[in-house]
């Protein structure tokens, strides 16, 4: 196969070096506002998917040809290591996530397993090697973060208020730190795989993170993060690392040994810099609802955004979250070629 120069924009940007013009890619975009995917989908569960290397690549590669963006992102899920260390977990359609048998004592966690991501869930790092070989830009490598992963361990599924997890966190600290340490090795050891099989960067989701107040972060969540970066540093790929809801959470994130801080909508990346004086290269942050908004106003939002992006290097375009089910494909191919003849022209 022929394949184009390698597209390093993205992995420059992580670096906060100077681009030629700002790299973009959007949170779940391989999924179900596609047709193609769905038309995938609907001849395997999202599991087959995953343990199939030529249709999770497929599915991979797919979104980036098709929006044309700076960076793939492996299609996996938060939830696909769990199984092998003893979470039966299952994709529902519609809903996300259902755990059968959620975490609910400190010997729940003592029964948990660990995870040796060649011999449990090899086919991963097949499908990372074979999109090294047809991908011309850098692969993303991710995993869920120890809160979120132990949110839907703890509730059983998707959650508004995580009344359970934190009931569990305040009664039971030292269980909690056990099930924190616990995950941040199955994330230690899953991202290292991940990258030793051609991961070019790895993202952290800690998607549901926002939930907890600056001061339980530093208690009962910064520690494993500390040790998850300081471990993966080694690797020398860029670390990000993403939240939604958890702006007031920023300055803990920037004494983290991680290298690139993505952002939701909540905060504009001016703030971020001048007020919250982050110093790290930010990644956002379109809210993803714009995108059913006419163009006119996705193009308005999106300047203001890249304005204050391009002020310095290191800025990633991306949405605040994952991209909806009812947004069009063509609405986010000509969001893609916006921001890149918008940002070359004026960087
Ligand atoms: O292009 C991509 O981004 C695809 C890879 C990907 C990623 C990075 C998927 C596929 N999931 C994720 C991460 C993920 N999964 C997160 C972190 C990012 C975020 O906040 O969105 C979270 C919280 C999950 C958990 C999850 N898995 C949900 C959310 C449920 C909730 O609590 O609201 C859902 C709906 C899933 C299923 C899932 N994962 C991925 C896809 C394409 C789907 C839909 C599956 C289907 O077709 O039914």
């Not at 074979?130 to 991908?135: G, I, S, T, V």
């Not at 504009?268 to 006119?296: F, H, Q, S």
């Not at 290191?314 to 605040?320: D, S």
Request: charged residues 25%; hydrophobic residues 40%; negative net charge.
């Amino acid at each position: 196969m022929n394949k184009a120069p390698f597209n390093d924009q993205f992995l420059r940007a992580c670096r906060g070096e100077v681009t030629d013009h700002t790299p973009v890619w959007y949170m779940r975009q391989a999924g179900r506002y596609q047709a193609e995917y769905r038309k995938i989908r609907s001849k395997y569960s999202f599991h087959e998917m995953n343990l199939n290397p030529e249709v999770a690549a497929e599915v991979t590669r797919f979104a980036v040809e098709q929006l044309g963006v700076d960076s793939a992102i492996l299609f996996a899920d938060i939830m696909t290591p769990l199984p092998s260390i003893g979470v039966d977990v299952e994709i529902k359609s519609g809903i996300g996530p259902v755990i059968d048998n959620p975490i609910q004592s400190r010997s729940d966690v003592d029964r948990l397993g660990e995870l040796d991501p060649l011999k449990d869930i090899p086919y991963v790092m097949e499908t990372i090697k074979m999109l090294r070989e047809q991908l011309s830009v850098p692969l993303i490598g991710f995993s869920g973060a120890p809160f979120t992963v132990a949110s839907y361990m703890i509730e059983g599924g998707p959650s508004k208020n995580y009344y359970k997890t934190k009931a569990f966190m305040y009664t039971d600290p030292e269980g909690w730190h056990q099930l924190m340490n616990k995950l941040g090795d199955m994330t230690i050891a899953y991202l290292t795989a991940q990258v030793k099989a051609g991961a070019q960067a790895v993202q952290l989701f800690d998607s549901w993170v926002g939930a907890l107040n600056e001061a339980d972060y530093r208690t009962y969540i910064a520690p494993v993060m500390n040790r998850i970066f300081s471990s993966l540093k080694e690797l020398g790929v860029p670390l990000l690392m993403f939240g939604v809801g958890a702006s007031h959470l920023i300055q803990e994130w920037n004494k983290l040994p991680v290298d690139v801080i993505g952002i939701d909508w909540r905060i504009t990346i001016k703030k971020a810099r001048e007020v919250e004086g982050i110093t790290k290269p930010l990644m956002g942050n379109l809210e993803p609802a714009l995108l059913l908004a006419p163009w006119e106003v996705i193009e308005e939002r999106t300047k203001e955004i890249l304005d204050q992006g391009m002020e310095k290097p290191g800025f990633i375009f991306n949405l605040g979250h994952g991209v909806f089910p009812q947004v069009k494909v063509e609405t986010l191919q000509r969001l893609t070629s916006f921001v890149h003849d918008y940002t070359r022209k004026n960087s």
